[in-house]
């Protein structure tokens, strides 16, 4: 599975933005995706997942700082994940990646080291 992110910029306090991610390699249903940050100087951090769960059916999760502010969605005609970041605030500052696995593994999946295959990220930058 290859990964591309776009949509990262610059963006003020209390802004939106929204990123991309498009996959391609693999029949894009079975695969599950999330999103991580890295702020500077910081360790890579989950963001969002949204897990196939077999079937039609995904499950999303978010990490508590991002709850009620980003939104993880999919289109699987598309190819792609997304990310939907609204309120920015400047500690959300960082490099975002996409990164996805194929294949069932159900449940909650915040770990890098539980995603195969990771996109170059894309910087988001809020300003205060």
């Known amino acids: 599975v290859q990964l591309v992110e776009t949509g990262g910029g610059l963006v003020q306090t209390g802004g939106s933005l929204r990123l991309s991610c498009t996959g391609t390699?693999?029949?894009?249903?079975?695969?599950?995706g999330g999103w991580f940050r890295q702020p500077p100087g910081k360790v890579r951090e989950f963001v969002a997942a949204i897990i196939w769960g077999g079937g039609d059916g995904y499950d999303t999760y978010s990490g508590d700082s991002v709850k009620d502010r980003f939104i993880i969605s999919r289109d699987n005609a598309k190819k792609s994940l997304y990310l939907q970041m609204n309120n920015l605030q400047p500690e959300d500052t960082a490099v975002y990646y996409c990164a996805a696995y194929a294949g069932l593994k159900i449940g909650f999946r915040p770990r890098t080291g539980e995603y195969d295959y990771w996109g170059q990220g894309t910087r988001v930058t809020v300003s205060s």
């Open positions: 390699g693999y029949p894009f249903s079975y695969v599950s």
